[in-house]
């Protein structure tokens, strides 16, 4: 039998959406002549969606539905689909059509030509304000440097051979950052350029809280780099320290009188800060430690909808 490919796509409050995705991923892979199985991911929406992933599991023996049992966010839900794979090899997409399915049979066919990661990057930025796409470069340049890990440009849309999932599968940490993680493990790597879409329907869910919060995640699991910036930034503010010491000590000794009202405030402020900073720096090390510790779970499953292949395809 041919490959088998796993298409993992994570849903929350699409709506209609899901009907456009499943349609139109149909299209594509069907053209490609690909045998796959679509496993879709509802992350606890509150609106109709998972209604219409049952429709389709129940209709199209290749569609599965995954119910998670509360929004858990973009994440977990990709983490739950991957568990759940079957393919040979798995393509990440996220289902407003942002990602554009007609670059999955190239995937496919780097993939078949010994690739076990391939990365779709944006050829552009779409539907993003100025300050999100400044944002999302800064941050994944400062990424890329800190961990070493190529971030530049990258999207979650990507391709996953077995090995690699597995070897991906195997990491034990709780806030997974698929970007991060997927680069991480190496493996034979190959890129596509693509163009990101605008969003077909509905609003993007990121705020810029939780673009906050993913960054943090993903820097604070990635890097202790933050950390020994601290320690250099104490170090510094030690050896200034003793050099304005040494200075208003000659001074004194020539007999100057020392004024230095506005000094001590500014350096006080300046100390405040960076003790504060570096306490907060600290602080989220030790929630994702605390989180690690904890230990629970990094998804749950409420339901469960595919129609088994042994179901008699009567009248469709
Ligand atoms: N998503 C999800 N859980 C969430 C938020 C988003 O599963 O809590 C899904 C969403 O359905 C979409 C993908 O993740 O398929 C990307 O979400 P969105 O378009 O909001 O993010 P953006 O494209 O702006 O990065
Ligand atoms: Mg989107």
């Given at each position: 039998m041919?490959?088998?490919?796993?298409v993992?796509?994570?849903?929350?409050?699409?709506?209609?959406?899901?009907?456009r995705f499943?349609?139109?991923l149909?299209?594509?892979?069907?053209?490609?002549?690909?045998?796959?199985e679509?496993v879709?991911?509802?992350?606890?929406?509150?609106?109709?969606?998972?209604?219409r992933?049952?429709?389709?599991?129940?209709?199209?023996?290749?569609?599965?539905?995954i119910?998670?049992?509360?929004?858990?966010?973009k994440?977990?839900a990709?983490?739950?689909?991957?568990e759940?794979?079957?393919?040979?090899?798995?393509?990440?997409?996220?289902?407003?059509?942002?990602?554009?399915?007609s670059?999955?049979?190239?995937?496919?066919?780097?993939?078949?030509?010994?690739?076990?990661?391939?990365?779709?990057?944006?050829?552009?930025r779409?539907?993003?304000g100025?300050?999100g796409?400044?944002?999302?470069?800064?941050?994944?340049?400062?990424?890329?440097?800190l961990?070493?890990?190529?971030?530049v440009?990258?999207?979650?849309?990507?391709?996953?051979?077995?090995p690699?999932?597995?070897?991906?599968?195997?990491?034990?940490?709780?806030?997974s950052?698929?970007?991060?993680?997927?680069?991480?493990?190496?493996?034979?790597?190959?890129?596509?350029?693509?163009?990101?879409?605008?969003?077909?329907?509905?609003?993007?869910?990121?705020?810029?809280?939780?673009l906050?919060?993913l960054?943090?995640?993903?820097?604070?699991?990635?890097?202790?780099?933050?950390?020994?910036?601290?320690?250099?930034?104490g170090?510094?503010?030690a050896a200034?320290?003793?050099?304005l010491?040494?200075?208003?000590?000659i001074?004194w000794?020539?007999?100057?009188?020392?004024?230095?009202?506005?000094?001590?405030?500014?350096?006080?402020?300046?100390?405040g800060?960076?003790?504060?900073l570096?306490?907060g720096v600290?602080?989220?090390?030790?929630?994702?430690?605390?989180?690690?510790?904890r230990?629970?779970?990094r998804?749950?499953?409420?339901?469960k909808?595919?129609?088994?292949?042994?179901?008699?395809?009567?009248?469709?």
């Amino acid at each position: 039998m041919s490959p088998l490919l796993s298409v993992v796509a994570p849903i929350y409050n699409e709506g209609p959406g899901v009907d456009r995705f499943v349609r139109r991923l149909g299209q594509v892979l069907g053209d490609a002549r690909l045998r796959y199985e679509l496993v879709l991911v509802d992350d606890g929406s509150t609106d109709d969606s998972w209604d219409r992933i049952v429709r389709h599991s129940l209709a199209d023996e290749r569609v599965r539905g995954i119910q998670l049992s509360r929004n858990f966010g973009k994440e977990p839900a990709v983490l739950a689909g991957l568990e759940h794979a079957a393919g040979d090899a798995v393509v990440v997409i996220d289902s407003d059509l942002q990602h554009p399915p007609s670059a999955i049979p190239a995937m496919v066919q780097r993939w078949r030509d010994g690739a076990h990661v391939v990365e779709a990057v944006k050829r552009n930025r779409t539907g993003q304000g100025l300050v999100g796409r400044l944002g999302g470069k800064l941050f994944n340049r400062a990424f890329t440097r800190l961990t070493q890990v190529d971030l530049v440009d990258a999207t979650d849309f990507r391709l996953l051979s077995r090995p690699a999932l597995d070897a991906l599968l195997r990491m034990p940490e709780h806030s997974s950052f698929f970007r991060g993680t997927s680069s991480w493990i190496g493996f034979r790597r190959s890129t596509i350029e693509v163009d990101i879409d605008h969003r077909e329907g509905g609003a993007s869910r990121w705020t810029v809280r939780s673009l906050f919060r993913l960054a943090v995640n993903g820097l604070t699991s990635f890097t202790s780099a933050p950390l020994h910036l601290v320690t250099l930034g104490g170090l510094a503010f030690a050896a200034f320290a003793v050099l304005l010491g040494a200075q208003t000590l000659i001074k004194w000794l020539r007999g100057g009188s020392v004024a230095g009202f506005p000094t001590v405030i500014l350096l006080l402020l300046v100390m405040g800060t960076f003790v504060l900073l570096g306490l907060g720096v600290i602080g989220e090390y030790l929630a994702r430690i605390h989180e690690e510790v904890r230990a629970r779970p990094r998804y749950l499953v409420q339901e469960k909808s595919a129609r088994a292949v042994a179901d008699v395809p009567e009248q469709l």
